[in-house]
Nanobody, 126 residues
Framework: QVQLVESGGGSVQAGGSLRLSCKISGAIFNDACMGWFRQAPGKEREGVAATHTKAGTTYYADYVKGRFTISRDNAKNALFLQMNSLKSEDTSTYYC???????????????????WGQGTQVTVSS
C-alpha cells in the first residue's frame, strides 16, 4: 500500500521559513512526477511545485518562484519543499502527491495525481 505522509507544517510570521517533508512508503517512485499542492478553505487545490524523480526537472507556480524549492532524497524516498520569505497568502494546507510518468504541462493539475498525503497545515501571520 502506497503511503505519503507530510510533516513540517506550522505557524510562522511573514518573512519566515518552513521546510515540508513527505515520506513515501510502499513504492519507489523512480520514474514519476512528484509534487506539492495546496488548498485554502473555499479554494481549489493548486499546484505549487513538482519534480520528475528520474529527469530531475523542476516546475514552480509563478507565485512561489524564487521563494520555494522542491527537492528529493532518493535514498530516503522522501520529497521536500523549502519555503522561504513566506507570505500570509501562503497560508494553506499543503499536500504531497505523486503520479507515474512525466510531469509535463499538466504538473500543476491535481486530477492527474493518483497518490496523496493527508496534508500539513501552514499558517503565516502578517
Amino acid at each position: 500500500q502506497v503511503q505519503l505522509v507530510e510533516s513540517g507544517g506550522g505557524s510562522v510570521q511573514a518573512g519566515g521559513s518552513l521546510r515540508l517533508s513527505c515520506k513515501i512508503s510502499g513504492a519507489i517512485f523512480n520514474d514519476a512526477c512528484m509534487g506539492w499542492f495546496r488548498q485554502a478553505p473555499g479554494k481549489e487545490r493548486e499546484g505549487v511545485a513538482a519534480t520528475h524523480t528520474k529527469a530531475g526537472t523542476t516546475y514552480y507556480a509563478d507565485y512561489v518562484k524564487g521563494r520555494f524549492t522542491i527537492s528529493r532524497d532518493n535514498a530516503k524516498n522522501a520529497l521536500f519543499l523549502q519555503m522561504n520569505s513566506l507570505k500570509s497568502e501562503d497560508t494553506s494546507t499543503y499536500y504531497c502527491a505523486a503520479k507515474w510518468g512525466v510531469c509535463g504541462g499538466s504538473w500543476y493539475d491535481p486530477q492527474w495525481f493518483a497518490y496523496w498525503g493527508q496534508g500539513t497545515q501552514v499558517t503565516v501571520s502578517s
